[in-house]
């Protein structure tokens, strides 16, 4: 009689299983095909050879990822279209492991060895629960405990019994790996070159950006990265790599189970080798295709430079804006948020840059007096078009300070009213600055004075551009009436 072994230290691997004999197995992938979303999935396109005989043919595919919808799985001949059709699909992911194999097993028999010193126990009775944990010996041993076991013997009833288990017959239904298994009507017998494509969860791409200010803060080089993660519990050998960057719409998702330094400015400058990647639109979105082919493993973390760009003239800006972007009634203390410091570039060819930027972080570099790279501050952005602007926010002025206070209130109808306030600004840097004042009000709104020159950028918010000298001070003042 056929006898299954568990085995401790072996667990899942101590277990094989074959194609019944009616099946026919599928050659493994010849040409790999892999499309990521930075939405964590991912569309795999594989060519796989069919030897069909006519009629119908059961056919197994191994090697599939772990995380597969199978409602989104397509089949078709290349060799002959029309002559090969999907009459029934079934996706078996049912895995060989010892919790599993115990618990198809209720009410069979089951044998436990123990290995003890100059002999050998044996236990046998019939599996009346199925165990919840498996838990190895801490020395190493074959000795294992499948905790919550019962086990009916002829003489007693065993709890948690202890041991190498052998089983007479594996359970039906278990499979080594992930696998389709199809019934296919073939009208044409013979060898068929078929493509198969699916979605699966959990492989994911992330863009990472590296810039690297000069000394004066007007040019960055800037690096980027991509980042690939994939834990769909398949590995794709020598496969053709696509990036698909934008928000696609996805009805019902499938459920979800060190960025490199930049290289020196100095070396950016020299004509450098093409970008991998080259980028197209595609639909409403932007499809990133690698040059050449790569290896994504199963329980992997790669990474792939996209493009690099030097040169790049950027805007150092110190930004004031104590109300967080939205107006607020006057709480009758002083505002006294810091000076932002933010970094701005415009995306486009005339500034070396000018392509589609998918979301990512943006960290940011600066050489020190001794030429030691210093990380200065870090921010993210979203999906950027080209000849948009980019802004990053990276971090607070150290050396400058603001506070901002209402001075008056008047309340000159049951709908009108009319706010004086003080913005002083002071620099402690070596330098002049400008600080850029950003203010917010509601209703309808009129400066009725004001000390600094003012813009109106929209409906709420109006700011002033203040220069404040090295060491020094300067003032902002102004009376707004609302309705």
Request: proline share 6%; charged share 20%; net charge negative.
């Amino acid at each position: 009689m056929k006898k299954i072994v568990i085995v401790a230290l072996l667990l899942a691997n101590s277990i094989s299983i074959t194609c019944r004999a009616a099946e026919l197995e599928a050659a493994p992938p010849q040409d790999i095909s892999l499309t990521i979303y930075n939405q964590n999935f991912g569309l795999v396109r594989e060519e796989r050879t069919l030897d069909l005989t006519s009629g119908i043919n059961n056919v197994r595919v191994e090697d599939v990822a772990a995380t597969i919808d199978p409602t989104s799985v397509s089949f078709q001949s290349l060799t002959a279209p029309n002559s090969v059709v999907v009459r029934e699909q079934n996706y078996q992911y049912d895995l060989i492991d010892p919790v599993t194999v115990l618990s198809k097993s209720l009410g069979k028999t089951v044998k436990f060895k123990q290995f003890l010193p100059g002999r050998t126990n044996e236990l046998t009775g019939i599996l009346l629960n199925s165990p919840q944990a498996v838990v190895s010996a801490p020395d190493g041993s074959q000795a294992v405990t499948y905790q919550g076991l019962v086990v009916k013997t002829p003489e007693a009833v065993v709890l948690n019994p202890q041991g190498q288990v052998e089983l007479t017959e594996l359970p039906d239904g278990l499979v080594g790996k992930p696998s389709l298994l199809w019934k296919l009507e073939c009208a044409k017998p013979g060898t068929h070159k078929s493509e198969i494509s699916y979605q699966a969860a959990n492989m994911n791409w992330n863009c990472d950006y590296v810039a690297v200010l000069d000394k004066a803060d007007e040019k960055a080089d800037l690096t980027s990265w991509v980042t690939l993660d994939n834990k769909s519990g398949a590995t794709y050998k020598n496969a053709s790599l696509k990036l698909m960057a934008g928000d696609v719409h996805r009805v019902q998702p499938t459920p979800q189970p060190m960025p490199m330094m930049a290289a020196d400015s100095a070396e950016m400058a020299v004509a450098a080798p093409p970008p991998q990647f080259s980028e197209q639109a595609f639909a409403e979105y932007h499809l990133y295709t690698l040059q050449g082919k790569t290896t994504v493993a199963n329980n992997e973390t790669k990474q792939l430079s996209l493009f690099n760009a030097s040169d790049i003239p950027v805007k150092k800006l110190f930004v004031f804006e104590p109300t967080a972007g939205e107006y607020q009634p006057y709480g009758g203390a002083a505002n006294t948020q810091k000076v932002n410091v933010k970094i701005e570039m415009d995306n486009s060819e005339t500034n070396h840059l000018g392509m589609p930027l998918p979301k990512g972080k943006v960290r940011v570099y600066k050489k020190d007096n001794d030429g030691a790279l210093q990380f200065v501050g870090e921010d993210q952005i979203d999906h950027t078009p080209k000849d948009e602007k980019i802004r990053l926010y990276i971090g607070d002025a150290f050396d400058l300070t603001a506070e901002r206070k209402q001075t008056n209130q008047v309340q000159v109808s049951s709908t009108k009213q009319r706010s004086s306030y003080q913005i002083d600004l002071r620099n402690h840097k070596k330098e002049d600055v400008t600080i850029t004042c950003i203010e917010h009000s509601w209703g309808t709104w009129t400066i009725l004075n004001s000390s600094q020159a003012y813009t109106k950028k929209d409906a709420k918010t109006f700011e002033f551009a203040v220069k404040v000298p090295a060491g020094g001070v300067a003032q902002v003042t102004y009376e707004i009436e609302t309705r």
